[in-house]
């Protein structure tokens, strides 16, 4: 599986982004995607995540009711819609997706993704 993200860019405070990404490969073997993101000096979180289902989503607890997760399953690609972006936000977000879960549940922890794509930086100035 290939990941291609996109979207990012530099906001101000307020403002709203949608992250994209777009799988390819064998997208048969995907069970969730999620998105991740990593500041300076600061460990690997994840933001969202989606089981392929569509019926099951996670978020993190700093991001409910700012960030929805989606995923368009005959375009392969999942979207991560951004509002009210805060200068926390800030950071290098990473799409991921994993073989290794449950197409029905989604799978939060970081560790279980096996595809990664590569970075897309959202910089959010206050």
């Known amino acids: 599986v290939q990941l291609q993200a996109s979207g990012g860019g530099l906001v101000q405070a307020g403002g709203s982004l949608r992250l994209s990404c777009a799988a390819s490969g064998r997208t048969f073997s995907i069970d969730s995607m999620g998105w991740f993101r990593q500041a300076p000096g600061k460990e690997r979180a994840t933001v969202a995540a989606i089981s392929w289902s569509g019926g099951s989503t996670y978020y993190a607890d700093s991001v409910k009711g700012r960030f929805t997760i989606s995923r368009d399953s005959p375009k392969s690609t999942v979207y991560l819609q951004m509002n009210s972006l805060k200068p926390e936000d800030t950071a290098v977000y990473y799409c991921?997706?994993?073989?290794?879960?449950?197409?029905?549940?989604?799978?939060?922890?970081?560790?279980?993704?096996?595809?990664w794509g590569q970075g897309t930086q959202v910089t959010v100035s206050s």
């Open positions: 991921a997706a994993t073989s290794r879960g449950s197409r029905w549940y989604v799978t939060p922890r970081s560790d279980a993704y096996n595809y």
